[in-house]
């Protein structure tokens, strides 16, 4: 693929931040001042429903689309264009073909992720679904259709597994990722399934999986075993891709198909598993995770009951540890992949979502930390976003 002429770098930002917080009972939204010292929550929206995500379109800053099962009624997803004020539910939410009565089909569980389009792409969202489904709006959410050959391909069903292959809350297609050059070239992952490129705007995609490794006696070389937790892409370097995956942190640089273990240089007492990892706007060489115990029967707790976020400043070369506010001990909580976030200001803020139900920000970069809400639900999701005015 050839490659565009490199974007420039993002500017700060500046100003009030809101959270967006999907929990697995209603959504709520955490708003700060223009310091970022003071907080206010809101009352829940979609209370009892299981809320996997909510994003603002970063377009307008107004449109919200949010992911809610709503128990008896089903998976479905909700629209907001007045910055969730109010809320309409999509006539048409994703779905996968209806087969002929006598055969075996697959059912949307629930849709996980949601990426708005390219820039150049207005009113246009991806979606991706449990089981592992690939979806696009063209009106703001509106209505969804099937997106590209995935969803029916028997290679690509082979690679996604079944829906019993052990993924909590069952296999998901996530970390849908728009080349901000070029609305064509196109990022996903699979958990299971691996990691996946378009170059031709979803015509065909291929798996891109060298060098990540899988559960020790498995085959690499086959896509299934493959489990990516989060992929990230550089906004100042759209060339270079962060991946934490089920085996380690990996990094990815451009045009090489060639995933590098930068989690090896993580301290060996606290290893390099976990499910998110984010990166800085303006810097690629920085990164930030949020290890969590992955011994044998894979507690997904804090190691050790000590939560902390570790950092790279070059890269993946060497990794520091970021633990001043958080508690020393007895602290047996963890962070979901969609879970940890940033805003884009200067210093950058760091949030994260625990599955204890708190809400941990930092103004400094992760070198400090404070405790912004309590007493929340288990929290899937955690989206930074400056609301248009």
Known sequence: MARATMTSTPA????AVTLLIATRKGAFTLRSDASRRTWKLSAPMFLGHIVHHMVLDPRDRRTMLMAVSTGHLGPTIYRSTDGGKTWKESSTPPAFRKVPEGESGRTVNHVFWLTPCHANEPDSWYAGTSPQGLFRSDNGGVTWAAFSYINEDPQYLEWMG?????????????SIIVDPRNPKHLYFAMSGGGVHESVDGGKTFLPLIKGLEVVEGFDPATVTFHDPHCVQLCPSNPDRLYQQNHCGIYRLDRPSNQWVRIGKHMPKAIGDIGFPIVVHPRNADVAWVFPMDGSTVWPRVSLGGKPAAYVTRNAGNTWSRLDKGFPKADAWWTVKRQ???????????????????????????????VCIARHLPEIYSVEAAMLAR
């Open 12 to 15: 700060a930002s500046k100003g």
């Open 162 to 174: 079944t829906v019993q292959d052990g993924t909590p809350d069952g296999p998901k297609l996530h």
């Open 339 to 369: 879970a940890m976030t940033r805003d884009a200001h200067d210093p950058v803020g760091l949030y994260l979502g625990t599955t204890s139900g708190e809400i941990w920000a930092s103004r400094t970069e992760g070198q400090s930390w």
